[in-house]
C-alpha cells in the first residue's frame, strides 16, 4: 500500500513508529490478518510482530480476535482519529485543570500588586483563548455581542459550545444580528439573547469588572487584535454602551 509522505509524517506525529505504521497500513489495505502475514505484508520482521501488533492495540488503532490464530483487524480511519482526539481532550482538560489551579492565584495576586490595566492580544488564536478563559471564570453576569451566533463559523462555534455550558447561576446576555434555528431549542434558560439588524465586531464583559474587544482589519489577512481590561471603568462604558444597544433591541 502506498500512502503520500503528508500522511506518513501524520501518523508519526499521532505516535506511531515506522514498524506499527507499516503494520497498520498493511491491515487497511489488507483486512483480517494472522501475524504472520501482517508480518510477510508489512516487512516487519516477524521477531517484532507481536510486540508492535500489542501497542498498535493499545493505542486503539486495531482490534484483535483471539483465536489459534489471532486475528488483527484495523479500526477504520475515523473510529482512530475519533478515539484519539477524545483522548487528547481528557488529557488536556486534566492538566489544565492542574495548571491553572496552583499557577492562576499566583498570576492574580502578581496582577493586582501591577497598575497595568490594559492589554493588546495578538492573534484570533489568543483572542479565543481569552475569551474561553473568561467565560469559565464567570460568577455572576457575561454580556455578549456577536454578529452571528452559530455553530457553524470557525472560531466562533468554540466560543457558542462555552456559552451554552455556562453554569446556571450566571446571568448571560447577547446581542447578535443572527441566530440559527437549531441554537434556539437548545438554549438554556439562564441566557438572554436580543437581536438587531447589524451588531459590530464582538465584545465581551464579564462581571462587570473585565472586558475584551475584538478589533479586524479591512482584509482577510489583515490580524486580528484583541483589547482586554481588567479596570473597573472599561468596563462599566463597554456595559453602558451593550446596554444602551440591549434596549433597542428585539427580544429573542
Not at 507481536?50 to 475515523?78: C, H, M, N, W
Not at 493586582?112 to 474561553?132: E, F, Y
Amino acid at each position: 500500500m502506498t500512502v503520500s509522505e503528508a500522511t506518513l509524517k501524520a501518523l508519526k506525529q499521532l505516535g506511531l513508529t515506522e514498524y506499527e505504521t507499516q503494520a497498520y497500513l498493511a491491515l487497511v489495505d489488507g483486512g483480517q490478518m494472522s501475524a504472520s502475514d501482517v508480518s510477510s505484508i508489512s516487512k516487519v520482521p516477524f521477531s517484532r510482530i507481536y510486540d508492535v501488533l500489542g501497542r498498535l492495540e493499545e493505542k486503539q488503532f486495531i482490534q484483535v480476535q483471539k483465536g489459534r490464530p489471532s486475528i488483527y483487524v484495523a479500526k477504520s480511519p475515523t473510529e482512530v482519529m475519533r478515539l484519539i482526539r477524545l483522548d487528547l481532550e481528557e488529557k488536556l482538560k486534566v492538566s489544565s485543570k492542574v495548571v491553572v489551579d496552583e499557577l492562576q492565584p499566583h498570576f492574580e495576586k502578581e496582577t493586582k500588586a501591577t497598575t497595568r490595566d490594559v492589554w493588546i492580544i495578538h492573534g484570533r488564536a489568543s483572542i479565543l483563548a481569552k475569551s474561553i478563559e473568561m467565560l469559565e471564570a464567570a460568577k455572576e453576569d457575561v454580556l455578549i455581542s456577536l454578529p452571528s451566533f452559530d455553530l457553524t463559523t470557525g472560531d466562533a462555534d468554540t466560543i457558542v459550545e462555552r456559552i451554552l455550558e455556562m453554569k446556571s447561576g450566571v446571568r448571560v446576555r447577547i446581542l447578535t444580528s443572527s441566530l440559527t434555528d437549531t441554537l434556539k431549542e437548545i438554549i438554556p434558560e439562564n441566557l438572554e439573547i436580543r437581536t438587531r439588524e447589524r451588531v459590530f465586531g464582538a465584545g465581551l464583559v464579564v462581571d462587570q469588572r473585565y472586558t475584551l474587544i475584538m478589533l479586524t482589519g479591512g482584509d482577510e489577512n489583515s490580524e486580528s487584535l484583541g483589547i482586554y481590561s481588567s479596570h473597573n471603568v472599561f468596563a462599566a462604558m463597554s456595559s453602558s454602551y451593550f446596554s444602551n444597544l440591549w434596549k433597542e433591541s428585539d427580544p429573542l
